[in-house]
């Protein structure tokens, strides 16, 4: 009898422990794991919606940062991007057409930020490193934040760019 209840218990728990099985994909599930398709010209109004996510965008590379070579502007006749990467941007992508998959990122520009590149816009131009003209000019820049926040009655400007993960030429 302990035999065939050890048993009973053996199979239950055998049966109850067996690994589930797999459903099938069907359409809904594939769409679920397509990345989304953001138009650059939408990129700034829409990607809000996406911070830490996924997104492709179609565009011309119009500039390759000299500077380091891991940022990268993209464009089209109704907008532009920022891409910034880890790896350097190979120089001959300029003036070609790709589809980039990135994550969107968002920089948040408040009063503290605006505060903190007047103190480093004061200095710079203190110790030299800047002129008259590009002080005058990032003043001028930083009140433009400002009046922005003001207009649109936020505490905040989000300036959003993406963080590259890979491209394709557009053939």
Do not use: W
Not at 24 to 30: A, F, G, N, Q, R
Not at 77 to 93: P, W
Not at 103 to 126: A, F, G, P, Q, Y
């Amino acid at each position: 009898m302990k035999k065939v209840a050890f048993l009973l218990a053996l199979t239950i728990s055998f049966i109850s422990c067996k690994t589930e099985t797999k459903k099938p994909l069907i359409e809904k599930d594939i769409a679920a794991v397509e990345t989304p398709i953001v138009a650059i010209g939408e990129f700034d109004s829409k990607a809000g919606e996406f911070v830490n996510k996924e997104i492709q965008v179609k565009g011309i590379v119009d500039h390759v940062c000299k500077h380091g070579g891991k940022k990268i502007l993209m464009v089209t006749d109704k907008g532009d991007v920022h891409v910034t990467s880890e790896e350097r941007f190979d120089e001959a992508l300029k003036g070609s057409e790709i589809t980039l998959t990135g994550v969107v990122v968002e920089e948040r520009i408040d009063e503290s930020t605006c505060l903190k590149m007047e103190e480093d816009n004061i200095k710079s131009h203190s110790e030299g490193a800047s002129n008259q003209e590009q002080y005058e000019a990032k003043k001028q820049h930083i009140q433009e934040y400002r009046d922005q926040m003001k207009a649109e009655n936020k505490a905040y400007i989000s300036n959003y760019s993406l963080k590259y993960v890979n491209h394709t030429k557009v053939e």
